[in-house]
T-cell receptor, first 114, second 116 residues
């Protein structure tokens, strides 16, 4: 599985957009980019995933560069409740019944400031 | 409501005792996982199970054991052989789904185990 690199921590003002970068320069063509987040002392929560096109859902947007070597998770209007550790993970797509392990790094601690 | 439950939320044990952590899911998922998290660290995979009566070692299985007798249950036993058992333990489940689909894992609230 490709290794990911994320900043250790970031700050963001409440109401502003939070842009969380992730480098995955060794990503393979069949590997997806996943984002999860973990609020303190809770289980991680799935946010979004993508392969090569930009993706958007009710929680966030995912921008993947054309060469797929990096991506950015965007929280358009950060709130205090978005303070959490954000994990960027790359993993191959599921091949029909196989269980795919997710490898979590240390992630980025996003602190949303009032 | 569908989800994953882990109990208890906090657990204290004396050194040398085995302890079993509970994980139950009503999402009808085939696959279940156990992770361990230490302060300031990411999650590390202990064991996972793709189907009932089958399970595989993860990256740090030594000192742990599991069983999967029912689809909805995947208990984890922390044995006395685990040298540093104090940690936050997370259970997750997923449905492998169709080929090419993504692998969203749903996590429980976790159990914080402290060995005194």
């Amino acid at each position: 599985d490709a290794k990911t690199t994320q900043p250790t921590s970031m700050d963001c003002a409440e109401g502003r957009a939070a842009n969380l970068p992730c480098n995955h320069s060794t990503i393979s063509g069949n590997e997806y980019v996943y984002w999860y987040r973990q609020i303190h002392s809770q289980g991680p929560q799935y946010i979004i995933h993508g392969l090569k096109n930009n993706e958007t859902n009710e929680m966030a947007s995912l921008i993947i560069t054309e060469d797929r070597k990096s991506s950015t998770l965007i929280l358009p209007h950060a709130t205090l409740r978005d303070t959490a550790v954000y994990y960027c993970i790359v993993r191959v797509a599921n091949y029909g019944g196989a269980t795919n392990k997710l490898i979590f790094g240390t992630g980025t601690l996003l602190a949303v400031q009032p | 409501d569908g989800g994953i439950t882990q109990s208890p939320k906090y657990l204290f044990r004396k050194e040398g005792q085995n302890v079993t952590l509970s994980c139950e899911q009503n999402l009808n998922h085939d696959a279940m996982y156990w992770y361990r998290q230490d302060p300031g660290q990411g999650l590390r995979l202990i064991y996972y199970s793709q189907i009932v009566n089958d399970f595989q070692k993860g990256d740090i299985a030594e000192g742990y054991s599991v069983s999967r007798e029912k689809k909805e249950s995947f208990p984890l036993t922390v044995t006395s052989a685990q040298k540093n058992p104090t940690a936050f333990y997370l259970c997750a489940s997923s449905n492998p789904g169709l080929a090419g689909s993504y692998n969203e894992q749903f996590f429980g609230p976790g159990t914080r185990l402290t060995v005194l």
